[in-house]
T-cell receptor, first 119, second 113 residues
Framework: EAGVAQSPRYKIIEKRQSVAFWCNPI?????LYWYQQILGQGPKLLIQ????????DSQLPKDRFSAERLKGVDSTLKIQPAKLEDSAVYLC?????????????????FGPGTRLTVL | GNSVTQMEGPVTLSEEAFLTINCTYT??????LFWYVQYPGEGLQLLLK???ADDKGSNKGFEATYRKETTSFHLEKGSVQVSDSAVYFC????????????WGLGTSLAVNP
């Protein structure tokens, strides 16, 4: 089966510019995650969607970051305006995770990531 | 709160050496534990997992045992290969609708021929 797709793979912008990242999860996966991974650190969850609803966006800097998953399939993460400290790899992941399986943990499948450099 | 602590890297080994990467955790309740691997230029992949105490996860020659008494989930491999060079992340998570993972900082492994 096709994996999680992300684009672009690399992006270089200047501070105060805007940027958008796209993610297409594995077909049938209800849950979609966006992570920020700064060099030398573990992934930090920015936002989690269940279908087209937000489950957790507690660590999303909402003054500059936004994300949507309008039809419950692919998703877009936007940064506007970008800051130097936003330089990182942005990872998208998906999992099957139907709400009914409360007792189960479903594996998260990751895309290759988008490496953002803010100059 | 919940947290994961991994040994700092980088770890440099010669091919066929024994590998241990330490991981300890702090958690309320009964988490599942995971090791993810990130090869250069690629996304994260699940390497192995364990869902309850004394479970042993294994994959590709790697093993880790869920030790509740020591709150540890150390990753081991008996004989590493150059192709194992990657960054390894320990993580914990809880079953249920909110499946947020708590991540360690990662340990970089370089295997020299």
């Amino acid at each position: 089966e096709a994996g999680v797709a992300q684009s672009p793979r690399y992006k270089i912008i200047e501070k105060r510019q805007s940027v958008a990242f796209w993610c297409n999860p594995i077909s049938g996966h209800a849950t979609l995650y966006w992570y920020q991974q700064i060099l030398g650190q573990g992934p930090k969850l920015l936002i989690q969607f269940q279908n087209n609803g937000v489950v957790d966006d507690s660590q999303l800097p909402k003054d500059r970051f936004s994300a949507e998953r309008l039809k419950g399939v692919d998703s877009t993460l936007k940064i506007q305006p970008a800051k130097l400290e936003d330089s990182a790899v942005y990872l998208c992941a998906s999992s099957f995770s139907p709400l009914q399986l409360a007792g189960a943990y479903n594996e998260q499948f990751f895309g290759p990531g988008t490496r953002l450099t803010v100059l | 709160g919940n947290s994961v602590t991994q040994m700092e890297g980088p770890v440099t080994l010669s091919e066929e050496a024994f590998l241990t990467i330490n991981c300890t955790y702090t958690a309320t309740g009964y988490p599942s534990l995971f090791w993810y691997v990130q090869y250069p230029g690629e996304g994260l992949q699940l390497l192995l997992k364990a869902t309850k105490a004394d479970d042993k996860g294994s994959n590709k020659g790697f093993e880790a045992t869920y030790r509740k008494e020591t709150t540890s989930f150390h990753l081991e491999k008996g004989s590493v290969q150059v192709s194992d060079s990657a960054v390894y992340f320990c993580a914990l998570g809880f079953p249920g609708n909110n499946r947020k993972l708590i991540w360690g900082l990662g340990t970089s492994l370089a295997v020299n021929p």
